[in-house]
DNA sequence: CGACTGATTGAAAGTGGTCAACAAAAGTGG
DNA sequence: CCACTTTTGTTGACCACTTTCAATCAGTCG
Protein backbone atom coordinates (compact mmCIF):
# COMPACT_ATOMS: atom_id res chain seq x y z
CA UNK A 1 0.00 0.00 0.00
CA UNK A 2 1.14 3.38 -0.42
CA UNK A 3 2.47 5.10 2.58
CA UNK A 4 0.16 8.33 1.45
CA UNK A 5 -2.80 6.02 1.77
CA UNK A 6 -1.48 4.76 5.08
CA UNK A 7 -1.44 8.20 6.39
CA UNK A 8 -4.91 9.42 5.09
CA UNK A 9 -6.41 6.48 6.47
CA UNK A 10 -4.47 7.07 9.43
CA UNK A 11 -5.64 10.27 9.91
CA UNK A 12 -9.46 9.56 9.04
CA UNK A 13 -11.67 10.32 12.26
CA UNK A 14 -12.16 6.52 12.53
CA UNK A 15 -8.19 5.49 12.84
CA UNK A 16 -6.70 8.56 14.32
CA UNK A 17 -7.12 7.73 17.91
CA UNK A 18 -5.84 4.16 18.07
CA UNK A 19 -2.63 3.44 19.46
CA UNK A 20 0.14 2.65 16.38
CA UNK A 21 0.88 -0.67 17.56
CA UNK A 22 -2.83 -2.04 16.77
CA UNK A 23 -3.41 0.58 14.09
CA UNK A 24 0.00 -1.67 12.70
CA UNK A 25 -1.58 -4.73 13.14
CA UNK A 26 -5.06 -3.88 12.05
CA UNK A 27 -3.29 -2.58 8.77
CA UNK A 28 -1.08 -5.70 8.55
CA UNK A 29 -3.30 -7.30 6.00
CA UNK A 30 -5.04 -4.39 4.36
CA UNK A 31 -4.51 -3.49 0.89
CA UNK A 32 -5.18 -0.72 -1.54
CA UNK A 33 -6.72 -1.72 -4.66
CA UNK A 34 -7.82 0.48 -7.86
CA UNK A 35 -10.76 -0.02 -9.23
CA UNK A 36 -12.47 1.28 -12.82
CA UNK A 37 -15.16 2.93 -13.38
CA UNK A 38 -18.91 1.25 -12.76
CA UNK A 39 -17.47 -2.16 -11.17
CA UNK A 40 -19.50 -3.98 -8.49
CA UNK A 41 -17.19 -4.21 -5.28
CA UNK A 42 -20.06 -5.52 -2.69
CA UNK A 43 -23.05 -7.56 -4.05
CA UNK A 44 -25.69 -7.55 -1.40
CA UNK A 45 -26.22 -10.69 0.24
CA UNK A 46 -22.76 -11.66 0.21
CA UNK A 47 -20.78 -12.08 3.37
CA UNK A 48 -18.53 -9.24 4.41
CA UNK A 49 -14.96 -10.35 4.68
CA UNK A 50 -13.43 -6.65 4.36
CA UNK A 51 -14.17 -3.01 5.56
CA UNK A 52 -13.54 -0.61 2.79
CA UNK A 53 -12.12 2.61 2.82
CA UNK A 54 -12.77 4.71 0.03
CA UNK A 55 -9.58 7.09 -0.62
CA UNK A 56 -9.92 8.58 -4.18
CA UNK A 57 -13.22 8.42 -6.71
CA UNK A 58 -16.75 8.17 -5.36
CA UNK A 59 -19.06 4.70 -4.32
CA UNK A 60 -23.00 4.15 -4.96
CA UNK A 61 -24.39 2.25 -2.24
CA UNK A 62 -27.72 0.90 -3.93
CA UNK A 63 -30.19 -2.05 -3.24
CA UNK A 64 -31.85 -4.24 -5.87
CA UNK A 65 -35.37 -6.24 -5.34
CA UNK A 66 -37.08 -7.52 -7.87
CA UNK A 67 -35.47 -6.38 -10.94
CA UNK A 68 -35.17 -2.61 -9.50
CA UNK A 69 -32.86 -0.77 -7.98
CA UNK A 70 -32.92 1.77 -5.95
CA UNK A 71 -29.31 4.87 -4.76
CA UNK A 72 -29.27 4.19 -0.88
CA UNK A 73 -25.92 6.86 -0.56
CA UNK A 74 -23.05 8.38 -2.37
CA UNK A 75 -20.01 8.42 -0.89
CA UNK A 76 -17.11 10.77 -1.65
CA UNK A 77 -13.41 10.33 0.49
CA UNK A 78 -12.02 9.54 2.57
CA UNK A 79 -15.06 7.58 4.21
CA UNK A 80 -15.17 4.09 5.34
CA UNK A 81 -18.68 1.59 4.35
CA UNK A 82 -20.05 -1.13 4.99
CA UNK A 83 -18.94 -1.24 8.68
CA UNK A 84 -22.14 -2.44 10.36
CA UNK A 85 -22.33 -6.06 8.61
CA UNK A 86 -18.08 -5.88 9.58
CA UNK A 87 -19.70 -5.58 12.86
CA UNK A 88 -22.49 -8.00 12.63
CA UNK A 89 -20.30 -10.63 10.35
CA UNK A 90 -23.62 -10.71 8.26
CA UNK A 91 -24.49 -10.09 4.98
CA UNK A 92 -24.61 -7.24 3.01
CA UNK A 93 -27.64 -5.09 2.73
CA UNK A 94 -26.96 -3.21 0.14
CA UNK A 95 -24.47 -3.49 -3.02
CA UNK A 96 -21.67 -0.97 -3.62
CA UNK A 97 -19.68 0.02 -7.02
CA UNK A 98 -17.60 2.39 -8.07
CA UNK A 99 -18.87 5.48 -10.22
CA UNK A 100 -15.88 6.74 -11.31
CA UNK A 101 -11.93 5.46 -11.18
CA UNK A 102 -11.63 4.60 -7.55
CA UNK A 103 -8.52 3.81 -4.37
CA UNK A 104 -9.96 1.38 -1.91
CA UNK A 105 -8.26 0.36 1.03
CA UNK A 106 -9.68 -3.18 2.11
CA UNK A 107 -9.25 -4.16 6.33
CA UNK A 108 -9.59 -7.37 7.23
CA UNK A 109 -12.97 -7.26 8.84
CA UNK A 110 -12.09 -9.87 11.49
CA UNK A 111 -8.85 -7.65 11.96
CA UNK A 112 -11.44 -5.00 12.62
CA UNK A 113 -13.32 -6.55 15.28
CA UNK A 114 -9.99 -7.82 17.00
CA UNK A 115 -8.64 -4.12 16.79
CA UNK A 116 -11.34 -3.35 18.50
CA UNK A 117 -11.67 -5.45 21.35
CA UNK A 118 -8.07 -4.28 21.86
CA UNK A 119 -8.47 -0.70 21.57
CA UNK A 120 -11.15 1.54 23.64
CA UNK A 121 -10.06 4.20 21.90
CA UNK A 122 -10.76 2.71 18.80
CA UNK A 123 -13.81 1.39 20.25
CA UNK A 124 -15.19 4.67 20.88
CA UNK A 125 -14.41 6.12 17.35
CA UNK A 126 -16.26 2.81 15.83
CA UNK A 127 -19.42 3.30 17.33
CA UNK A 128 -19.31 6.43 16.60
CA UNK A 129 -18.35 6.39 12.86
CA UNK A 130 -21.51 3.79 12.87
CA UNK A 131 -23.71 6.06 14.80
CA UNK A 132 -23.24 8.36 11.82
CA UNK A 133 -23.93 5.83 9.64
CA UNK A 134 -26.92 5.32 11.38
CA UNK A 135 -27.97 9.25 11.47
CA UNK A 136 -27.24 9.60 7.98
CA UNK A 137 -29.62 7.11 7.09
CA UNK A 138 -32.59 8.42 9.43
CA UNK A 139 -31.78 11.87 7.58
CA UNK A 140 -33.07 10.32 4.45
CA UNK A 141 -35.91 8.15 5.46
CA UNK A 142 -36.89 11.13 7.14
CA UNK A 143 -36.80 12.98 3.56
CA UNK A 144 -38.28 10.29 1.92
CA UNK A 145 -41.57 9.91 4.15
CA UNK A 146 -41.86 14.00 5.41
CA UNK A 147 -41.04 15.45 1.73
CA UNK A 148 -42.45 15.50 -1.88
CA UNK A 149 -39.98 14.84 -4.75
CA UNK A 150 -39.86 18.50 -5.41
CA UNK A 151 -39.40 19.38 -1.83
CA UNK A 152 -36.62 16.55 -2.14
CA UNK A 153 -35.37 17.85 -5.14
CA UNK A 154 -35.04 22.10 -3.65
CA UNK A 155 -32.99 20.34 -0.32
CA UNK A 156 -30.65 18.46 -2.75
CA UNK A 157 -29.68 21.52 -4.86
CA UNK A 158 -29.73 23.65 -1.49
CA UNK A 159 -27.15 21.47 -0.16
CA UNK A 160 -25.07 21.56 -3.51
CA UNK A 161 -24.80 24.71 -3.45
CA UNK A 162 -23.90 24.96 0.27
CA UNK A 163 -21.21 22.16 -0.79
CA UNK A 164 -20.04 24.68 -3.21
CA UNK A 165 -19.80 27.68 -0.66
CA UNK A 166 -22.64 29.08 -1.07
CA UNK A 167 -22.61 29.45 -4.44
CA UNK A 168 -25.21 30.51 -7.02
CA UNK A 169 -24.16 28.59 -9.46
CA UNK A 170 -22.38 24.96 -9.54
CA UNK A 171 -22.59 21.97 -11.40
CA UNK A 172 -24.21 18.66 -10.55
CA UNK A 173 -22.18 16.66 -9.46
CA UNK A 174 -23.73 13.12 -10.85
CA UNK A 175 -25.24 11.75 -13.41
CA UNK A 176 -29.09 13.11 -13.30
CA UNK A 177 -30.38 9.55 -13.76
CA UNK A 178 -27.88 8.82 -10.11
CA UNK A 179 -29.65 11.89 -8.49
CA UNK A 180 -32.86 10.78 -9.56
CA UNK A 181 -33.10 7.80 -7.51
CA UNK A 182 -30.92 9.09 -4.93
CA UNK A 183 -34.35 11.07 -3.98
CA UNK A 184 -36.56 8.54 -5.07
CA UNK A 185 -38.27 9.22 -8.56
CA UNK A 186 -37.18 8.52 -11.78
CA UNK A 187 -35.35 10.46 -14.30
CA UNK A 188 -38.25 11.67 -16.10
CA UNK A 189 -40.00 12.93 -12.82
CA UNK A 190 -36.33 14.33 -11.99
CA UNK A 191 -36.42 16.64 -15.13
CA UNK A 192 -39.61 17.74 -15.10
CA UNK A 193 -39.37 19.01 -11.42
CA UNK A 194 -36.07 20.62 -12.07
CA UNK A 195 -38.24 22.54 -14.29
CA UNK A 196 -41.25 23.02 -12.48
CA UNK A 197 -38.53 24.76 -9.96
CA UNK A 198 -38.26 27.78 -12.42
CA UNK A 199 -40.72 29.03 -10.25
CA UNK A 200 -38.48 29.18 -7.14
CA UNK A 201 -35.69 30.36 -9.32
CA UNK A 202 -33.82 27.22 -10.45
CA UNK A 203 -32.28 27.51 -13.81
CA UNK A 204 -30.84 23.83 -15.53
CA UNK A 205 -28.21 23.92 -18.39
CA UNK A 206 -26.93 20.23 -19.01
CA UNK A 207 -25.02 19.39 -15.84
CA UNK A 208 -25.19 23.36 -14.79
CA UNK A 209 -27.17 24.53 -12.03
CA UNK A 210 -28.41 28.47 -11.21
CA UNK A 211 -29.96 29.37 -8.21
CA UNK A 212 -31.91 33.03 -8.56
CA UNK A 213 -34.02 33.47 -5.73
CA UNK A 214 -32.00 31.30 -2.67
CA UNK A 215 -35.11 32.90 -0.54
CA UNK A 216 -38.20 31.08 -2.29
CA UNK A 217 -36.21 27.83 -2.80
CA UNK A 218 -34.92 28.13 1.22
CA UNK A 219 -38.73 28.30 1.67
CA UNK A 220 -40.19 25.66 -0.66
CA UNK A 221 -37.03 23.24 0.99
CA UNK A 222 -37.60 23.79 4.48
CA UNK A 223 -33.92 22.65 5.41
CA UNK A 224 -33.95 21.33 9.15
CA UNK A 225 -30.90 20.63 11.13
CA UNK A 226 -32.40 17.20 12.11
CA UNK A 227 -32.68 16.39 8.40
CA UNK A 228 -30.33 17.45 5.73
CA UNK B 1 -35.94 -0.27 40.47
CA UNK B 2 -37.76 -3.23 40.37
CA UNK B 3 -35.18 -6.51 41.00
CA UNK B 4 -37.38 -8.12 38.03
CA UNK B 5 -36.78 -5.03 35.77
CA UNK B 6 -32.66 -4.61 36.73
CA UNK B 7 -32.52 -8.56 35.65
CA UNK B 8 -34.74 -8.51 32.87
CA UNK B 9 -32.06 -5.16 31.57
CA UNK B 10 -29.29 -7.80 32.28
CA UNK B 11 -29.93 -10.38 30.02
CA UNK B 12 -30.85 -8.09 27.24
CA UNK B 13 -28.34 -9.15 24.54
CA UNK B 14 -26.87 -5.44 24.98
CA UNK B 15 -25.56 -6.19 29.17
CA UNK B 16 -25.61 -9.58 29.00
CA UNK B 17 -22.01 -9.82 28.55
CA UNK B 18 -20.55 -6.65 30.55
CA UNK B 19 -18.77 -7.61 33.89
CA UNK B 20 -21.17 -7.06 37.33
CA UNK B 21 -18.84 -4.26 37.78
CA UNK B 22 -19.62 -2.05 35.40
CA UNK B 23 -23.00 -3.47 35.02
CA UNK B 24 -23.49 -2.03 38.56
CA UNK B 25 -21.70 1.00 37.83
CA UNK B 26 -23.47 2.31 35.09
CA UNK B 27 -26.99 1.33 36.64
CA UNK B 28 -26.37 3.14 39.91
CA UNK B 29 -27.69 6.03 38.60
CA UNK B 30 -30.80 4.49 36.59
CA UNK B 31 -34.36 4.10 37.37
CA UNK B 32 -37.36 2.60 36.14
CA UNK B 33 -40.67 4.55 35.24
CA UNK B 34 -43.68 4.10 34.08
CA UNK B 35 -45.28 6.00 31.19
CA UNK B 36 -48.96 6.79 30.73
CA UNK B 37 -50.46 5.92 26.80
CA UNK B 38 -49.41 8.89 24.22
CA UNK B 39 -46.64 10.49 26.34
CA UNK B 40 -43.86 12.46 24.49
CA UNK B 41 -40.68 10.72 26.20
CA UNK B 42 -38.35 11.96 23.59
CA UNK B 43 -38.36 15.51 21.13
CA UNK B 44 -36.71 15.77 18.29
CA UNK B 45 -33.91 18.50 18.61
CA UNK B 46 -33.41 18.35 22.48
CA UNK B 47 -30.42 16.35 23.46
CA UNK B 48 -29.77 12.95 24.44
CA UNK B 49 -29.38 12.31 28.55
CA UNK B 50 -30.36 8.85 28.58
CA UNK B 51 -30.15 5.55 26.86
CA UNK B 52 -33.90 4.69 27.25
CA UNK B 53 -34.91 0.49 27.43
CA UNK B 54 -38.20 -0.18 26.67
CA UNK B 55 -39.11 -3.13 29.21
CA UNK B 56 -42.72 -2.96 28.83
CA UNK B 57 -45.36 -1.52 27.08
CA UNK B 58 -44.81 -0.25 23.55
CA UNK B 59 -43.23 3.03 21.91
CA UNK B 60 -43.04 4.45 18.28
CA UNK B 61 -40.30 6.32 17.38
CA UNK B 62 -41.51 9.00 14.38
CA UNK B 63 -40.26 12.42 12.79
CA UNK B 64 -42.29 15.50 12.45
CA UNK B 65 -41.01 18.39 9.75
CA UNK B 66 -43.25 21.10 8.94
CA UNK B 67 -46.54 19.85 10.67
CA UNK B 68 -46.15 16.80 9.22
CA UNK B 69 -45.33 14.10 11.06
CA UNK B 70 -44.32 10.21 10.22
CA UNK B 71 -44.17 6.72 11.90
CA UNK B 72 -39.83 5.67 11.75
CA UNK B 73 -40.56 2.87 13.82
CA UNK B 74 -42.40 1.08 16.19
CA UNK B 75 -40.98 -0.45 18.98
CA UNK B 76 -41.40 -3.79 21.60
CA UNK B 77 -40.24 -4.98 25.01
CA UNK B 78 -37.61 -5.65 25.27
CA UNK B 79 -35.31 -3.10 23.61
CA UNK B 80 -33.06 -0.31 23.99
CA UNK B 81 -33.88 2.89 22.39
CA UNK B 82 -32.12 6.33 20.86
CA UNK B 83 -28.45 5.07 21.08
CA UNK B 84 -26.96 6.63 18.36
CA UNK B 85 -27.95 9.70 19.87
CA UNK B 86 -26.46 9.06 23.06
CA UNK B 87 -23.45 7.47 21.08
CA UNK B 88 -22.46 10.91 19.82
CA UNK B 89 -23.98 13.02 22.26
CA UNK B 90 -25.51 14.81 19.29
CA UNK B 91 -29.67 15.86 18.89
CA UNK B 92 -32.33 13.24 18.88
CA UNK B 93 -33.35 13.05 15.14
CA UNK B 94 -36.39 11.29 16.21
CA UNK B 95 -39.05 12.10 18.25
CA UNK B 96 -40.90 9.13 20.90
CA UNK B 97 -43.96 8.10 22.93
CA UNK B 98 -45.86 5.61 24.34
CA UNK B 99 -48.07 3.59 22.24
CA UNK B 100 -49.81 2.43 25.84
CA UNK B 101 -49.14 2.14 29.39
CA UNK B 102 -45.36 1.64 29.47
CA UNK B 103 -42.46 1.01 31.75
CA UNK B 104 -38.92 2.62 30.69
CA UNK B 105 -35.65 2.24 32.33
CA UNK B 106 -33.55 5.19 32.03
CA UNK B 107 -29.65 5.19 32.21
CA UNK B 108 -27.78 8.40 32.11
CA UNK B 109 -25.82 8.59 28.25
CA UNK B 110 -22.77 9.64 30.50
CA UNK B 111 -22.67 6.27 32.41
CA UNK B 112 -23.34 4.48 29.10
CA UNK B 113 -20.32 5.94 27.36
CA UNK B 114 -17.78 5.21 30.81
CA UNK B 115 -19.19 1.57 30.89
CA UNK B 116 -18.14 1.20 27.40
CA UNK B 117 -14.44 2.58 27.31
CA UNK B 118 -14.25 0.43 30.67
CA UNK B 119 -15.84 -3.10 29.37
CA UNK B 120 -14.87 -4.25 26.27
CA UNK B 121 -17.17 -6.91 26.20
CA UNK B 122 -19.66 -4.66 26.33
CA UNK B 123 -18.34 -2.02 23.41
CA UNK B 124 -18.65 -5.17 20.97
CA UNK B 125 -22.23 -5.32 22.18
CA UNK B 126 -23.10 -1.81 22.12
CA UNK B 127 -21.61 -1.71 18.39
CA UNK B 128 -23.51 -4.32 17.93
CA UNK B 129 -26.78 -3.52 19.14
CA UNK B 130 -26.33 -0.17 17.02
CA UNK B 131 -25.37 -1.73 13.57
CA UNK B 132 -29.00 -4.29 14.36
CA UNK B 133 -30.49 -0.81 14.22
CA UNK B 134 -28.69 0.74 11.66
CA UNK B 135 -29.97 -2.62 9.43
CA UNK B 136 -33.41 -1.94 10.27
CA UNK B 137 -33.59 1.50 9.11
CA UNK B 138 -31.87 0.29 6.00
CA UNK B 139 -34.36 -2.17 5.06
CA UNK B 140 -37.00 0.25 5.86
CA UNK B 141 -35.43 2.49 3.60
CA UNK B 142 -35.32 -0.42 0.82
CA UNK B 143 -39.02 -0.91 1.38
CA UNK B 144 -39.98 2.59 0.80
CA UNK B 145 -37.67 3.28 -2.43
CA UNK B 146 -38.22 -0.17 -4.01
CA UNK B 147 -41.61 -1.47 -2.94
CA UNK B 148 -45.32 0.04 -3.97
CA UNK B 149 -47.65 1.04 -0.90
CA UNK B 150 -49.24 -2.42 -2.10
CA UNK B 151 -46.11 -4.14 -1.77
CA UNK B 152 -45.24 -3.12 1.46
CA UNK B 153 -48.53 -3.56 3.22
CA UNK B 154 -48.48 -7.52 1.58
CA UNK B 155 -45.15 -7.76 3.24
CA UNK B 156 -46.34 -6.24 6.58
CA UNK B 157 -48.89 -8.01 6.83
CA UNK B 158 -47.01 -11.63 5.83
CA UNK B 159 -44.47 -10.57 8.43
CA UNK B 160 -47.62 -9.90 11.09
CA UNK B 161 -48.51 -13.60 9.98
CA UNK B 162 -45.25 -15.30 10.76
CA UNK B 163 -45.00 -13.31 14.35
CA UNK B 164 -47.98 -14.59 15.21
CA UNK B 165 -46.42 -18.46 14.23
CA UNK B 166 -47.23 -18.55 10.69
CA UNK B 167 -51.55 -18.00 11.19
CA UNK B 168 -53.33 -17.19 8.70
CA UNK B 169 -55.82 -15.35 10.91
CA UNK B 170 -54.68 -12.79 13.53
CA UNK B 171 -55.41 -9.32 14.73
CA UNK B 172 -53.56 -5.98 13.56
CA UNK B 173 -51.65 -5.14 16.45
CA UNK B 174 -51.91 -1.27 16.31
CA UNK B 175 -54.00 1.37 15.11
CA UNK B 176 -54.38 1.36 10.77
CA UNK B 177 -53.35 4.86 10.93
CA UNK B 178 -50.28 4.33 12.57
CA UNK B 179 -49.72 1.13 10.75
CA UNK B 180 -50.49 3.25 7.81
CA UNK B 181 -47.95 6.63 8.73
CA UNK B 182 -44.98 3.45 9.31
CA UNK B 183 -45.74 2.13 5.66
CA UNK B 184 -45.65 5.70 4.62
CA UNK B 185 -49.01 6.40 3.24
CA UNK B 186 -52.47 7.92 4.72
CA UNK B 187 -55.02 6.10 6.52
CA UNK B 188 -56.77 6.63 3.81
CA UNK B 189 -54.83 4.76 1.26
CA UNK B 190 -54.67 2.02 4.10
CA UNK B 191 -57.98 0.99 3.62
CA UNK B 192 -57.78 1.35 0.42
CA UNK B 193 -55.19 -0.89 -0.09
CA UNK B 194 -56.31 -3.49 2.73
CA UNK B 195 -59.86 -3.72 -0.06
CA UNK B 196 -57.78 -4.32 -3.04
CA UNK B 197 -55.87 -7.09 -1.54
CA UNK B 198 -58.62 -8.80 -1.10
CA UNK B 199 -57.50 -10.15 -4.38
CA UNK B 200 -54.78 -11.41 -3.04
CA UNK B 201 -56.94 -13.27 -0.15
CA UNK B 202 -56.32 -10.54 2.65
CA UNK B 203 -59.52 -10.05 4.95
CA UNK B 204 -60.29 -7.73 7.11
CA UNK B 205 -62.83 -7.14 9.70
CA UNK B 206 -62.00 -4.20 12.45
CA UNK B 207 -58.61 -5.36 13.38
CA UNK B 208 -58.82 -8.62 12.37
CA UNK B 209 -57.25 -10.11 9.35
CA UNK B 210 -57.14 -13.27 7.39
CA UNK B 211 -55.09 -14.62 4.91
CA UNK B 212 -56.65 -17.34 2.57
CA UNK B 213 -54.15 -17.42 -0.35
CA UNK B 214 -50.74 -16.94 1.13
CA UNK B 215 -48.58 -18.10 -2.17
CA UNK B 216 -50.51 -15.23 -4.17
CA UNK B 217 -50.01 -12.66 -0.93
CA UNK B 218 -46.09 -13.79 -0.59
CA UNK B 219 -46.20 -13.61 -4.40
CA UNK B 220 -46.98 -9.69 -4.48
CA UNK B 221 -44.71 -9.08 -1.35
CA UNK B 222 -41.64 -10.21 -2.85
CA UNK B 223 -40.57 -11.56 0.73
CA UNK B 224 -36.95 -11.00 1.31
CA UNK B 225 -34.31 -11.89 3.47
CA UNK B 226 -32.06 -8.45 3.16
CA UNK B 227 -35.22 -6.55 3.30
CA UNK B 228 -37.80 -7.80 5.79
C1' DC C 1 -76.82 9.04 25.67
C1' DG C 2 -73.73 12.28 23.47
C1' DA C 3 -69.03 13.50 22.40
C1' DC C 4 -64.95 11.97 20.57
C1' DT C 5 -61.70 9.36 18.00
C1' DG C 6 -60.70 6.33 14.41
C1' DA C 7 -62.09 4.05 10.10
C1' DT C 8 -64.33 4.00 5.73
C1' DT C 9 -66.12 5.74 1.46
C1' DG C 10 -66.81 8.91 -2.46
C1' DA C 11 -65.43 12.56 -5.49
C1' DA C 12 -61.95 15.47 -7.26
C1' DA C 13 -57.31 16.80 -7.83
C1' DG C 14 -52.52 16.13 -7.95
C1' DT C 15 -48.40 13.75 -8.18
C1' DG C 16 -45.48 10.77 -10.03
C1' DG C 17 -44.91 6.71 -13.18
C1' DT C 18 -44.92 4.38 -17.73
C1' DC C 19 -44.28 4.18 -22.45
C1' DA C 20 -42.68 5.98 -26.63
C1' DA C 21 -40.26 9.13 -29.39
C1' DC C 22 -36.65 12.02 -29.93
C1' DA C 23 -32.52 14.87 -28.83
C1' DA C 24 -28.13 15.35 -26.95
C1' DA C 25 -23.83 13.58 -25.16
C1' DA C 26 -20.50 10.39 -24.56
C1' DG C 27 -17.99 6.55 -25.83
C1' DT C 28 -16.04 3.37 -29.67
C1' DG C 29 -13.61 1.93 -33.55
C1' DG C 30 -12.05 2.67 -38.04
C1' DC D 1 -10.82 12.98 -36.54
C1' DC D 2 -15.06 11.43 -38.02
C1' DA D 3 -18.91 8.24 -38.34
C1' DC D 4 -21.34 5.13 -35.65
C1' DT D 5 -23.23 3.21 -31.53
C1' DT D 6 -24.70 3.55 -27.00
C1' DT D 7 -26.11 5.89 -23.19
C1' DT D 8 -28.35 9.65 -21.01
C1' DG D 9 -31.65 13.30 -20.90
C1' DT D 10 -35.98 15.52 -22.40
C1' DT D 11 -40.64 15.84 -23.82
C1' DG D 12 -45.45 14.45 -24.69
C1' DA D 13 -49.44 11.68 -23.87
C1' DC D 14 -51.56 8.87 -20.93
C1' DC D 15 -52.49 6.33 -16.84
C1' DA D 16 -52.20 4.53 -12.08
C1' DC D 17 -51.80 5.53 -7.64
C1' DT D 18 -52.14 8.37 -3.72
C1' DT D 19 -53.70 12.34 -1.47
C1' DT D 20 -57.07 15.69 -0.08
C1' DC D 21 -61.39 17.04 1.47
C1' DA D 22 -65.79 16.00 3.02
C1' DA D 23 -69.29 13.11 4.65
C1' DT D 24 -70.54 9.12 7.04
C1' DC D 25 -70.16 5.21 9.98
C1' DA D 26 -68.48 2.63 14.04
C1' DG D 27 -66.74 2.03 18.11
C1' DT D 28 -65.26 3.90 22.91
C1' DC D 29 -65.61 6.34 26.97
C1' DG D 30 -67.09 9.69 30.04
Known amino acids: MRSEDRAEIRSLGLFRNMTTANFDAMMHAAYAQEFPAQLQLVRQGSRATFLHVLVEGSIELFSEWQGRDSTMAILRPVSSFILAACIRDAPHLMSARTLEASRVVLIPSADLRAAFRRDADFAVDVVEELARCYRSMVRHTKSLKLRSARERLAAYLLKLSVRNGNAAGFALPYEKRLIASYL ?13 LAAEGVHVQGTRVTLTDRD ?13
Open 184 to 196: GITPESLSRALKA
Open 216 to 228: RLAALAGLDELMD
